[in-house]
Structure formats: structure tokens, C-alpha cells
């Protein structure tokens, strides 16, 4: 099967997390390299209150992770997170391969090449020749 790249979001206990922080966010990339995969970026995202209660849990931290792995393998993956105790949700979503640098870049935190805002000039200068048009021809109309 075909390695491909996921974006894995996590909601992790937060107690735990407050308690050993290395230790709860290490498991997540102990899993997927336990799996043969390869951590790309794993950073906490936010840790916020849940929209509502998880297992009795008001407060969830949120845990950003993009790795590449087999496809093959993420049914494992899939039941390591069901069965441990830190993770109260978690959720994977494979990338679409022309985006995956773009991605990673944004979650380390660096801008990416084609994040540049020079381009916005040409796009309103299109505009402005297409509403010139609409009037030359309401004009030609009447």
C-alpha cells in the first residue's frame, strides 16, 4: 500500500497533559513510529473548554500532528487511540499531496512562498476591466 500524509488532530486529557506533558504528547508520535511512520510536525495547537463534557472532562488540550504512514496501517493506529486513556478524541484526515508543504509549513509556523499578498494587485485590476465591460455594454444596449 501507498504511504500517504495525514493530518491528525488530537484532543488530549488535559490533566494528564499538565502533569507530563513530554510524556502524553510523546505517545502520540511513539505510535505512529511504532507503526513505521514518520512525524512531519507535532506541536500542541491550543487548550481551550470543550463544547461540552467528554467523559466528565470540561477542558481538552489540542494536539496538532502530520505524519506520513502506510494506509495499511491506520486501522492499528486507529485502535492504539481507542484504548488509550490520554486521548479523548482524535481525528485523521489524509492530505492532498499538492498541499502538504504548504501544511507543514503553517503548522511549524513559517510562511510559505506562495502566501504572498504582491499577487493581490493583478487580481483587482481584472476586475475593475470586467465592470468597464458591463457598462460598455449597458451602453451599447441602450
Not at 502533569?19 to 495547537?45: F, H, T
Amino acid at each position: 500500500m501507498a504511504a500517504y500524509v495525514y493530518e491528525g488532530m488530537f484532543i488530549l486529557d488535559s490533566n494528564r497533559y499538565g502533569k507530563d506533558p513530554s510524556g502524553v504528547s510523546g505517545k502520540i508520535n511513539a505510535l505512529v513510529e511504532k507503526l513505521g511512520g514518520e512525524i512531519l510536525v507535532s506541536r500542541m495547537w491550543a487548550e481551550q473548554r470543550l463544547a461540552y463534557p467528554i467523559d466528565g472532562h470540561r477542558r481538552g488540550t489540542y494536539w496538532l500532528t502530520y505524519f506520513r504512514l502506510d494506509s495499511s496501517k491506520m486501522e492499528e493506529l486507529n485502535y492504539a487511540c481507542n484504548i488509550s486513556d490520554d486521548m479523548l478524541r482524535y481525528l485523521f484526515i489524509k492530505q492532498d499531496p499538492r498541499l502538504v508543504d504548504m501544511l507543514i509549513a503553517h503548522a511549524e509556523g513559517h510562511e510559505f512562498a506562495g502566501d504572498d499578498d504582491s499577487d493581490d494587485t493583478g487580481s483587482d485590476d481584472d476586475e475593475e476591466v470586467s465592470s468597464e465591460d458591463e457598462e460598455e455594454t449597458v451602453e451599447a444596449a441602450d
